[in-house]
């Protein structure tokens, strides 16, 4: 059974290291604002697996508080979002 914990463990870690690589690499806010549901979905479900393997379920308080958080962060943020400006095709600024 310990294999599953552990392979459960790598799975959500390989998710959280590709969901902070586009965070970091997203050429749009958009690509950054969904790779930052992804990860607090990815640490909710972390959350979950650790109440799982620990069998207390203290923690499942934290994460049903990070849930309502996330979801009202992220309708704020796409109502309230400015574009972005696109560059110019030479690569300079704005003259």
Do not use: H
């Not at 969901?19 to 690499?25: E, S």
Request: aromatic residues 8%; proline residues 4%; charged residues 15%.
């Amino acid at each position: 059974m310990n294999y599953v914990w552990v392979i459960a463990a790598v799975l959500i870690s390989a998710a959280a290291i590709i969901t902070m690589y586009r965070m970091l690499t997203g050429p749009s806010t958009l690509d950054r604002l969904v790779s930052l549901d992804t990860l607090t979905a990815v640490t909710m479900c972390g959350i979950g697996t650790w109440a799982a393997f620990s069998q207390d379920s203290t923690v499942t308080y934290p994460m049903a508080a990070l849930a309502l958080i996330s979801f009202v962060g992220t309708v704020s943020v796409a109502r309230f979002r400015v574009r972005d400006v696109e560059k110019p095709l030479g690569g300079r600024g704005p003259r």
